[in-house]
């Protein structure tokens, strides 16, 4: 239903994970994909799903030179950009208390969650802007900037800058007609977050209950995020967040039990509904 035939898309860490499922999803539906990848392996592996006229990038998005010479390539084999999803981020393993973060900590999630947006976006708008009215940003955000996540404070302050960077650019960029938007993905299956293997198998029982929807999220449903949010359909969305939780948000400790009931206690008690 949506079409982006004749459109340029770029998406970052394209070659694994939520970023991979978008940029299929894009090339399925007919868009010439750009996908800017740090790691030469999957950038190979993702270049034969994405059709003859991809152009997949070995590029760090972190340095501002490699990002630049990208978006020069871009101009000069595409010849317009109509959409830029941000997607690249990480949490880079590091769960501990704030107080534990070295220098080099805070750098390197800066580096990863921000800053490389802030430079992709940055060489990026003037070629939207070139291509003209309708292009798209979309920012690749976390339920953990709506939310506390303990032992990630340094992550998810950095993706909460990323909601005020939707936000703000939205503004800036409104009056060239070009829309701006993030979605906050709860746990999704990616090459960085594996619950399938993380969650021991005699746990596994409990995840219909854990997440209102019933499971965690893939690839695919980001994408269709995407889609919509690129397409004329979104026409009139912008500065927004789309929130691809399964309706974890929304539940905000709320827990199915085990009888079909709901709980907001750690233990399941006997007075029903929030019973304690
Ligand atoms: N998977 C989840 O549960 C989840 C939940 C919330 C938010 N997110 C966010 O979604 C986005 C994608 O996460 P994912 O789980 O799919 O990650 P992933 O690690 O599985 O995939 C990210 C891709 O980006 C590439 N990459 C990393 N650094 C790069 C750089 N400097 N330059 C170019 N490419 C780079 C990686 O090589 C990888 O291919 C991130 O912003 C992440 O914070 C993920």
């Known amino acids: 239903m949506i079409e982006f035939a004749g459109r340029t898309v770029l998406v970052t860490g394209g070659g694994a994970g939520i970023g991979r499922g978008i940029a299929v999803a894009f090339a399925r539906a007919g868009a010439r994909v750009v996908v800017a990848e740090i790691d030469r392996t999957r950038a190979e592996a993702v270049r034969a799903s994405l059709g003859p006229d ?3 990038s070995v590029t760090d998005v972190r340095d501002a030179t490699q990002v630049k010479a990208l978006l020069d390539e871009v101009a000069r084999k595409c010849g317009r950009l109509d959409v830029l999803v941000n997607n690249v981020g990480d949490f880079l393993g590091i769960v501990k208390p704030f107080e534990q973060h070295t220098d080099e900590d805070l750098e390197a999630l800066y580096d990863v969650n921000l800053r490389q947006m802030f ?4 060489a990026a708008i003037p070629l939207l802007k070139k291509t003209g009215p309708g292009g798209s940003i979309i920012n690749i955000s976390t339920i953990e900037a709506f939310r506390g996540i303990p032992m990630n404070v340094v992550y998810s302050a950095f993706k909460a800058g990323v909601s ?3 936000r703000s650019l939205a503004l800036d960029l409104g009056p060239a007609g070009i829309r701006v938007n993030e979605i906050a993905p709860e746990t999704t299956e990616s ?3 594996k ?3 993380w969650i021991p198998a005699r746990y596994r029982e409990h995840i219909p209950r854990w997440i209102p929807l019933g499971r965690f999220g893939q690839p695919a449903d980001a994408a269709g995020c995407a889609l919509f949010l690129a397409s004329d359909l979104a026409g009139w969305v912008t500065g927004t967040t789309l929130h691809l ?3 974890a948000l929304a539940a905000a400790g709320w827990y199915r039990t085990p009888d079909g009931g709901w709980t907001n206690t750690p233990v399941v008690t006997d007075r029903g509904i929030g019973g304690v």
């Open 195 to 197: 619950p399938a293997e």
């Open 164 to 166: 005020g960077f939707t």
């Open 119 to 122: 430079l992709v976006t940055r």
């Open 54 to 56: 991809a152009l997949v």
């Open 245 to 247: 939780d399964g309706g």
């Open 191 to 193: 090459e960085q977050v």
